[in-house]
Nanobody, 118 residues
Framework: QVQLVESGGGLVQAGGSLRLSCAAS????????MGWFRQAPGKEREFVGS????????YYADSVKGRFTISRDNAKNTVLLQMNSLKPEDTAVYYC???????????WGKGTLVTVSA
């Protein structure tokens, strides 16, 4: 079974930074992409960014380009989401996922809440 566990969420003021982590089980390597999605209250889950386990390809939503950075640590089976210059509209539950394409995830973690105050 693929296991994904997010951590690092919390409360931060606008303009601040936060780093989210996704710890993945070894079987997650069978999937080409690891992605981050978010869901704000009353809205659908939306794509944030994704990264390949092997390779240099990175993908980001236009709303976070220049502010968020995805990275990976294959040795630790971990994918990170560094979030800088946070805005109140970034407030959402952030989910880590694993999939075969850059924007379609098959497995999901339970999510971690990020709240950005004005």
């Amino acid at each position: 079974q693929v296991q994904l566990v997010e951590s690092g969420g919390g409360l931060v003021q606008a303009g601040g930074s936060l780093r989210l982590s996704c710890a993945a089980s070894a079987r997650t390597w069978n999937f080409r992409f690891m992605g981050w999605f978010r869901q704000a209250p009353g809205k659908e889950r939306e794509f944030v960014g994704s990264i390949e386990w092997s390779g240099d390809s990175l993908y980001y939503a236009d709303s976070v380009k220049g502010r968020f950075t995805i990275s990976r640590d294959n040795a630790k089976n971990t994918v990170l989401l560094q979030m800088n210059s946070l805005k109140p509209e970034d407030t959402a539950v952030y989910y880590c996922g694993a999939g075969l394409t850059s924007r379609f995830m098959i497995y999901w973690g339970k999510g971690t809440l990020v709240t950005v105050s004005a």
